[in-house]
Nanobody, 115 residues
């Protein structure tokens, strides 16, 4: 059984920074893709950023240049550093891990940006 434990997030003024992290624990042999999604109230869940096992990254346009995704393969952990935050970044952020066969999701962590 695989569990994803998220930490970080919180409340910050616009222009500030926050980071979130997600550690995978349990029986997982290898991790292919690690990603962060977010879901704002009344909206669909959307991909924020992803990183492959080879280190390739992709970001949604609205966060490019502000957010950075990274991973520590030895720790099975993915990070998201969020800078220059905007009120529209407010959402619950979920980590996602794909091991080539299964998708796993974190419990979600709230990020709130106030102006």
């Amino acid at each position: 059984q695989v569990q994803l434990v998220e930490s970080g997030g919180g409340l910050v003024q616009a222009g500030g920074s926050l980071s979130v992290s997600c550690a995978a624990a349990g029986s997982i042999s290898s991790i292919n893709r690690m990603a962060w999604y977010r879901q704002a109230p009344g909206k669909q869940r959307e991909l924020v950023a992803a990183v492959t096992s080879g280190g390739s990254t992709n970001y949604r346009d609205s966060v490019k240049g502000r957010f950075t995704i990274s991973r520590d393969n030895a720790k099975n952990t993915v990070y998201l550093q969020m800078n220059s935050l905007k009120p529209e970044d407010t959402a619950v952020y979920y980590c996602n891990i794909f091991d080539g066969a299964n998708d796993y999701w974190g419990q979600g962590t709230q990020v709130t940006v106030f102006s």
